[in-house]
């Protein structure tokens, strides 16, 4: 049970960063297309920079639930490093506690904000409202489970899997 766990983590954290990666790539080419648009020939596309913002909003909340998966979250450590161990377990514990409670009110309000913005259009763009707030929900989502999973392998004195760099062949 632990290897599937392990191997459908790893796979998750795999297609986030392509999806990652896909997005930059996608915010790269805006970017250029916007420059090769402003001095040199004009671009039948319309308001580049709402998709680019879109893009890099989607960037920024699914980089935040790898960087959590991956322990990589920031974090001000200058008074954990005089504590004891077994206290700064607790405080790590109590502090992904406190973080999953958040998450859920906030993925729970990124929901009602998906609804409303489901209707308003992004003047200049095929896009809604909504996708910006997609990408908190996403995040949200990925964050509980990030999370619910990271307090029970606590509970049982194991840790999640780091973050593996990307590999490639």
């Known amino acids: 049970m632990v290897d599937f766990l392990d191997k459908a ?34 671009l039948p596309m319309a308001a580049p920079d709402a998709y680019a913002r879109v893009i890099l909003v989607w960037l920024t909340f699914i980089g935040f639930a790898l960087a959590v998966k991956g322990g990589l979250n920031i974090r001000v450590d200058l008074i954990d490093s005089h504590l ?5 377990r607790l405080l790590e514990y109590l502090f992904d506690v406190l ?29 809604t409202e909504a996708w910006p707030s997609a990408a908190l929900f996403a995040s949200c989502i990925l964050l509980v489970l990030f999370l619910a999973l990271r ?18 062949d």
């Open 9 to 42: 983590l790893r796979g998750v954290e795999r297609v986030l960063e392509w999806l990652m990666a896909v997005l930059v790539m996608a915010l790269v080419v805006i970017v250029a297309s916007q420059f090769i648009d402003r001095h040199f020939v004009s």
């Open 151 to 168: 307090i029970a392998l606590r509970f049982t004195g194991r840790e999640l899997p780091r973050h593996q760099p990307l590999e490639v």
């Open 99 to 127: 973080m999953l409670l958040l998450t859920l009110v906030i993925g729970f309000h990124g929901w009602r904000l998906i609804v409303i913005g489901r209707d308003q259009e992004r003047l200049g763009t095929l896009l």
């Open 84 to 88: 004891p161990p077994r206290v700064r």
